[in-house]
T-cell receptor
Framework: SQTIHQWPATLVQPVGSPLSLECTVE??????LYWYRQAAGRGLQLLFY??????ISSEVPQNLSASRPQDRQFILSSKKLLLSDSGFYLC?????????????FGPGTRLTVL | GQNIDQPTEMTATEGAIVQINCTYQ??????LFWYQQHAGEAPTFLSY??LDGLEEKGRFSSFLSRSKGYSYLLLKELQMKDSASYLC??????????WGAGTKLIIKP
């Protein structure tokens, strides 16, 4: 069965500090991978998605970046955090080799920028 | 533009039935999804409709009308644990999910 891991679960960082959030998926090959952000009481905002190693599409221009160094690893980074970067960050994956279309989410990282 | 509309909040009584509506407008259509999200947790998949009609899964059912750009999630025999936010999402022609802001469902005893 497939599982998705995210860490850390919570993070408190000062403004201007760097960020690295990691997501890994087990039990599948060549998944589509996604990074979302959810502000308090709001819907999910797609930040980045990837259809393969080294292939990153950015949906929202901002001070965040993403990388996919391995097939099942997706990393979200920032060089300098802003207050507005606070939120709930969710990684998700989707199977692409079959007709199943649903996305499955990791447990999320709650980021507070002070 | 792309848009998903659903009510912000609904209240229902334990044991009753509630219907959460969603209207969507996306560039192309590859299905309508419903997810459940408990406070502080990640969303979990509930249902997927790509053809018109009603899909039933235990206490939960989901309906789709593609001509009307409309879906609803029906929850029967409500339990306190059903208190959560319910997210509607439409998959566009690029297989990206366009998300609604979610409907917070409050269940009262």
């Amino acid at each position: 069965s497939q599982t998705i891991h995210q860490w850390p679960a919570t993070l408190v960082q000062p403004v201007g500090s760097p960020l690295s959030l990691e997501c890994t998926v087990e039990g599948t090959s060549n998944p589509n991978l996604y990074w979302y952000r959810q502000a308090a009481g709001r819907g999910l905002q797609l930040l980045f998605y990837s259809v393969g190693i080294g292939q990153i599409s950015s949906e929202v221009p901002q001070n965040l970046s993403a990388s996919r160094p391995q097939d099942r690893q997706f990393i979200l980074s920032s060089k300098k955090l802003l207050l507005s970067d606070s939120g709930f960050y969710l990684c998700a994956w989707r199977e692409t080799s079959v007709d199943y279309n649903e996305q499955f989410f990791g447990p999320g990282t709650r980021l507070t920028v002070l | 533009g792309q848009n998903i509309d659903q009510p912000t909040e609904m209240t229902a009584t334990e044991g009753a039935i509630v219907q959460i509506n969603c209207t969507y407008q996306t560039s192309g259509f590859n299905g309508l999804f419903w997810y459940q999200q408990h406070a502080g947790e990640a969303p979990t998949f509930l249902s997927y409709n790509v053809l018109d009609g009603l899909e039933e899964k235990g206490r939960f059912s989901s309906f789709l009308s593609r001509s009307k750009g409309y879906s609803y999630l029906l929850l029967k025999e409500l339990q306190m644990k059903d208190s959560a936010s319910y997210l509607c999402a439409s998959m566009d022609s690029n297989y990206q999910l366009i998300w609604g802001a979610g409907t917070k469902l409050i269940i009262k005893p």
